[in-house]
């Protein structure tokens, strides 16, 4: 994930984050019909994956003992490594699965040399309450330049901006606006999906000498290969439908607490002369109730969101003298 100082990243890292980001996986599975990648993206072709923001890294272990993965071309290096600014929340080693590894990296910094296009599959899921939306263009950049020609791109994001109550109360609309606030105020993205589309398709591809585009792609690296939205609104999984209050309502819940925290110490430094103290102490007193409100939400109610699910290909660059990306073209 970006970088986690007080300005950015709104969670925490410790035992029961750990936990959550775990049962979210599984939420985010079934809510995804049981899939870890996207059904476009083929399984036996895939020797090496990587998972930037990995977190806990539930994700790329499953993927790991997937039985539809090829065999390991190498038994000596790993070929599933999972990235993240923090260790504190990798799994311990495990040597029964030697093609696993997990390095610290901050996806804001270029990655090493050595993992440049050495990767048939890059994921990446929920970091826009981590990237600025300074920093969007940097991150993509740095993302794809693991990719190897051909190689997918999995990203998957959902937003403050994409969720809503029901039955609507003030409650759950002021939680919501308070979170989408708390991002703006970090410069994160209130709604990253649009901007991450555009940026992933603008990335400038240099056409190595002698070849050419005659698929006319324009300057775009990545083509995009999907683009869908899994929403949890009358989504038929049972598992989906019992777990929504838990896994929507707990990240809910954190990240107004970031906010209310972070307003609650502003409102302490300040001096009663300050110039908006009295509206600054306005809005910590309704962020308390707002946040007494949502813990103590009754049962009949529930939280949904729209998870948008990117998938694109990088460019494949053919043997020299041949075209860049050719089209097969049916014989006269």
């Not at 970088?3 to 775990?22: H, K, P, V």
């Not at 991450?196 to 324009?218: A, E, F, M, R």
Request: overall charge negative; proline content about 8%.
């Amino acid at each position: 994930m970006a970088s986690t100082n007080g300005e950015t990243y709104m969670l925490q890292r410790n035992l029961d984050e750990s936990q959550r980001l775990d049962a979210q996986h599984e939420y985010m599975r079934q809510m995804s019909y049981g899939h870890l990648l996207h059904p476009s993206i083929p399984l036996h072709q895939l020797h090496a994956v990587a998972d930037v923001a990995t977190g806990t890294g539930r994700w790329l272990q499953q993927l790991a003992h997937h039985p539809a993965l090829p065999p390991p071309r190498s038994h000596q290096q790993p070929t599933f490594i999972g990235f993240d600014i923090s260790d504190q929340q990798f799994p311990p080693p495990d040597a029964s699965s030697p093609r696993l590894a997990f390095e610290l990296h901050d996806m804001l910094e270029p990655f090493p040399t050595e993992h440049h296009e050495k990767f048939d599959l890059v994921n990446v899921r929920l970091v826009s309450y981590a990237i600025k939306g300074a920093d969007l263009d940097r991150v993509v950049r740095n993302v794809i330049q693991l990719l190897r020609p051909g190689g997918y791109l999995q990203w998957q994001e959902a937003d403050a901006s994409d969720s809503w109550a029901h039955p609507e109360t003030s409650a759950g609309s002021s939680c919501i606006d308070y979170v989408i606030a708390e991002k703006v105020d970090r410069g994160l993205l209130p709604c990253i999906a649009g901007p991450l589309v555009k940026t992933i398709l603008s990335v400038p591809v240099t056409v190595p000498d002698g070849q050419h585009n005659i698929v006319s792609w324009s300057r775009d690296l990545m083509r995009l290969v999907h683009l869908e939205t899994v929403s949890t609104y009358n989504h038929p999984s049972p598992a989906v439908a019992a777990g929504k209050k838990a896994a929507i309502m707990s990240a809910a819940t954190a990240l107004l607490k970031a906010r209310l925290h972070r307003k609650s110490t502003e409102l302490q430094d300040s001096l009663e002369s300050d110039p908006g103290v009295g509206k600054l102490e306005d809005e910590v007193r309704a962020m308390e109730t707002t946040l007494r409100a949502v813990e103590r939400w009754d049962e009949e109610s529930s939280w949904d969101f729209d998870l948008t699910w990117i998938v694109a290909r990088k460019a494949i660059v053919q043997d020299t003298g041949k075209g860049w990306m050719p089209v097969r073209r049916p014989s006269p």
